[in-house]
């Protein structure tokens, strides 16, 4: 082998340099360009979670007003629920891209002045993603009431995340989504359980089908985003949910619904910091 040497250099140590520097230089770029693809992926992911909250107190003056005020206003604790009760949501209900978000913009959590029907409820506002959350003051007389406005609130809140097929969802399906959301969080299931001869819904049996067929409950929301129809939940389950329903009843089953992440009041805690 010739060996050129110039200046007592050799032309193989030249090669070889400049072959490490290009290799450095690729990777350099290469990582440059993947930190940015990451930055992007995470701006955009932040962005679709920027939900304006706003807190509203009606009941100022009276027992549940100020036990509101102190407990959930003045410390910021309300807004951090509603924060935390849509991230959790949102990450459940549309885990990917592929799953097109429901536009929620700005959500509400408002003290009424007076009892309501229900402990909370949910209502479109003025503007295009605005919502409101209602609030019973007769949740503050509850003996867990701190534990029970986070509870509720992270209902509430999965409520008016979910696609409900242009109001032509049935509302029973709804409601226990949102109770499964929040067993899934860590709260307890509601005692309104609406798994009966009439009706399949509940927390317990819709838990049953995502660990029959791990992301149902995603599916299930993106196939209500348009509209409704008999197949909507078959072709999420990918069974006749008949089916699924009469094995889940089955003696054997055996089925004990549990949390997915933690005790109910740890969960609180999570919601509240």
């Known amino acids: 082998m010739l060996h050129v040497r110039l200046s007592g250099f050799d032309l193989r140590d030249e090669t070889g340099i ?8 690729i990777l350099t770029r290469m990582t440059v360009l993947l930190t940015l693809v990451a930055i992007s ?3 955009n992911h932040e962005a679709s979670m920027n939900i ?8 100022v003056g009276s ?17 951090r629920i509603v924060h935390h009760a849509s991230r959790f949501v949102e990450q459940a209900l549309y885990p990917e891209d592929a ?25 479109p506002g ?15 007389s509850e003996a867990d009431g701190d534990g029970a406005l986070a509870s509720e609130v992270h209902r509430a809140v999965a409520r008016l995340m979910l696609w409900d097929a242009q109001q032509a969802a049935p509302s029973q399906l709804l409601e226990a989504v949102a109770d499964y959301l929040a067993v899934a969080a860590g709260f ?6 609406t798994c009966n001869v009439s009706s399949y819904w509940s927390a317990e049996f819709l838990q049953y089908c995502e660990v ?40 054997e089953t055996g089925y004990v619904m549990e949390s997915l992440n933690s005790t109910s009041s740890s969960a609180e805690v999570r919601q509240a910091t």
């Open 52 to 59: 304006d909250i706003s807190i509203v107190n009606s009941a």
């Open 188 to 193: 307890p299931p509601s005692s309104n359980k």
């Open 41 to 43: 992926l995470w701006a």
């Open 99 to 123: 799953y097109p978000r429901k536009p929620i913009s700005h959500i509400t959590l408002h003290l009424a002045s007076n009892d309501l029907d229900s402990v909370t409820s949910v209502n």
């Open 212 to 251: 029959r067929r791990n992301g149902f409950i995603a599916r299930l929301n993106r196939g209500m985003r348009e509209r409704w129809s008999e197949s909507t939940v078959d072709d999420a389950l990918g069974s006749p949910v008949r089916q699924v329903y009469t094995a889940f009843h089955a003696p």
């Open 126 to 140: 003025a503007g295009s993603g605005d919502y409101t959350i209602h609030l019973s003051p007769s949740l503050m």
């Open 63 to 79: 027992r549940a007003g100020r036990r509101f005020d102190l407990n959930f206003v003045s410390n910021g604790r309300a807004n």
């Open 18 to 25: 400049n072959t490490a520097a290009s290799t450095l230089t």
